[in-house]
């Protein structure tokens, strides 16, 4: 195992030396990295993204929600270098890292973190990672080494007493999503606090066929209730990866050269949202496989959405209550000396979807206290006028970056 990931590693270091910009990466290069991922990494972390976006639309009635299972995934398992006993244990099977030795986790993490930085042509995507201390608490070594070597993280010590420690972390979250996301950290940290951990994920995809804004028009978009609501509906014809089933439709409009793409999975007229939800939840395999292309019509509204919400109940409902209790959670790689903690994880999600491409971006923030020939088919037509199923997929990968349910564009 040590051999092949020494392997990966200089098969990685070679290509971004080769490559110059990073967005200047061939399609086959990358293709020839994203080979190089462990799958069960992406498995785990899709799994988890569904299972939390199960969650999270329970407890939404009926409104938007939108999240990234990569930059939570990142944050937690950063935190996840630090526990131990029934915490690791509980944390684990809530992210699906069971049978996944921890030097295998950390280096897929940073398989990962450098594949999401090669992007290609007509995509931006970054992803960074920060770690902020409480002044005066020394953090194990091995712990800190893991985050600036596996996860490429910046280790940073804090005056937390500070009414502006917070600002200082907010301005490094405003930097990486390019002002999308301004603040992660909503007041000052606490005198109680010892360990911020934060991932951000900045992503710009340019559609690999653009949609004419001459032919975007107002439209009826019918909402949950029965109500309509006007929306700006784009609309162009061409050839994608299609799908339809008794239930369904299913398209993937690619950016740049194809290397990632928005998956939208839009329920049939006798069925709805909340049924598409049951079937995603109990095996999505079948819309993470590739499609069969074919010509048609997509109508997909324009739209802005800004997504942010506490993850505590959702994960202490998802078996990692144990991490957050001060009499049972077991941190003790965290810091010499010191009982610790998870206090409370924060995540924001930022997207815009138009005519030239789309734009999105997520932060998670993880506050711990101390303590054959084919027959050809008709055209297909799409009109995507009522509540909706999206991903923004890395193709190459197989991994679902964001996902969302779009009640109400």
Known sequence: MRAKQVLIG?????????????????????????????????????????????????????????????????????????????????????????????????????????LLKQTGRGVELNTANSLWSRKGIRLANPFAQTARNDYEAGVEELDFSSKTAHETVNKWVKKQTKGKIPAILNKPLEPSDSLVLVNAIYFNGSWEDEFSPSSTKVEAFRLSDGSTKKVSMMSRTGTYEYAEEDGYQAIRLPYGEGQMDMLVILPDENSS???????????????????????????????????????????????????YDPARADFPLIAPGFN?????????????????????????????????????????????????FIAIEDRQTGAWLFIGSIYSP
């Open 273 to 323: 949202l909340p049924a598409l939800h049951e079937r995603l939840w109990s095996d999505a395999s079948r819309w993470q496989k590739p499609f069969k292309e074919r010509n048609g019509e997509i109508q997909l509204p324009s739209f802005k959405l800004e997504y942010e919400k506490s993850m505590d109940k959702a994960l202490q409902s998802m078996g990692m209550a144990v991490a």
């Open 340 to 388: 610790h903690v998870i206090s409370h994880v924060m995540h924001k999600t930022y997207l815009e979807v138009n005519e030239k491409g789309t734009e999105a971006a997520a932060v998670t923030s993880v506050t711990v206290k101390a303590t054959s020939a084919e027959i050809p088919l008709d055209p297909f037509s799409m009109n995507v006028d009522r509540p909706f």
């Open 10 to 114: 200089l098969f990685l270091s070679s290509l971004l030396a080769s490559c110059g910009k990073p967005s200047l990466i061939s399609y086959e290069k990358r293709a020839e990295a994203a080979s190089h991922l462990d799958p069960k990494i992406v498995k785990a972390q899709n799994a988890f993204g569904l299972t939390l976006h199960r969650h999270l639309v329970q407890e939404g009635n009926d409104t938007n929600v939108f999240l990234s299972p990569t930059s939570l995934s990142t944050a937690l398992a950063m935190t996840y270098n630090g526990s131990a006993g029934n915490t690791r244990q509980a944390m684990a099977i809530t992210l699906g890292w069971e049978e996944m030795p921890l030097e295998e986790l950390n280096k897929g993490y940073k398989t990962m973190n450098h």
